[in-house]
């Protein structure tokens, strides 16, 4: 069964570093998605890609944030400076053309800032 | 904005049904969802309901919808120890929204 892929599963970094976080989307899906949920609180949408471009962002997704497709697989999100604040577990999805009825999660990836 | 609220704790015993439930504010809402996250695990999409349907059944799971009151649940019949997780309830909306906006999640406990 096709599934969405995050790497790495725990990434421990420092205050003020950059990051990236990995995602390998279901192959034939063309929407793109990364979500966050801080420990114990809701799990929040950060941005949706579409057409190699942001299709949607929250409040959340600030200056600091950036999302890519380096190749026709990967979809990346880039956390610039990292902050106290972001540590989460960070959820990448994916959908096809419709896009509503079915959007699938990776397994996430765990971001501790210390 | 949108809000989606859930109950925080549920606790069944094996072979019973378990009933989780959600209230949404969005009317707009379009597509109504459940996943399902396990420990250490990612999020799996359970089921959906469009919003024009009151009613959706898919084996043990039952989705029931009142849009008049906002009120979406979700029945697991049989509940069974591998039922233990957390439910999260999600709507999107119809005006070219695509983000989902999430519940904080009902922790099922299944007794033996």
């Known amino acids: 069964e096709p599934e969405v892929t995050q790497t790495p599963s725990h990434q421990v970094t420092q205050m003020g570093q950059e990051v990236i976080l990995r995602c390998v989307p279901i192959s034939n899906h063309l929407y793109f998605y990364w979500y966050r949920q801080i420990l114990g609180q809701k799990v929040e949408f950060l941005v949706s890609f579409y057409n190699n471009e942001i299709s949607e962002k929250s409040e959340i997704f600030d200056d600091q944030f950036s999302v890519e497709r380096p190749d026709g697989s990967n979809f990346t999100l880039k956390i610039r400076s990292t902050k106290l604040e972001d540590s989460a577990m960070y959820f990448c999805?994916?959908?096809?053309?419709?896009?509503?009825?079915?959007?699938?999660f990776g397994q996430g990836t765990r971001l501790t800032v210390v | 904005g949108e809000d989606v609220e859930q109950s925080l704790f549920l606790s069944v015993r094996e072979g019973d049904s378990s009933v989780i439930n959600c209230t949404y504010t969005d009317s707009s809402s379009t597509y109504l969802y459940w996943y399902k996250q396990e420990p250490g695990a990612g999020l799996q999409l359970l089921t959906y309901?469009?919003?024009?349907?009151d009613m959706k059944q898919d084996q043990r799971l039952t989705v029931l919808l009142n849009k008049k009151d906002k009120h979406l649940s979700l029945r697991i019949a049989d509940t069974q120890t591998g039922d233990s997780a957390i439910y999260f309830c999600a709507e999107t909306g119809d005006t070219g929204r695509r983000a989902l906006t999430f519940g904080s999640g009902t922790r099922l406990q299944v007794q033996p």
């Open positions: 999805a994916s959908s096809d053309v419709q896009g509503r009825t079915e959007a699938f």
């Open positions: 309901i469009f919003s024009n349907m």
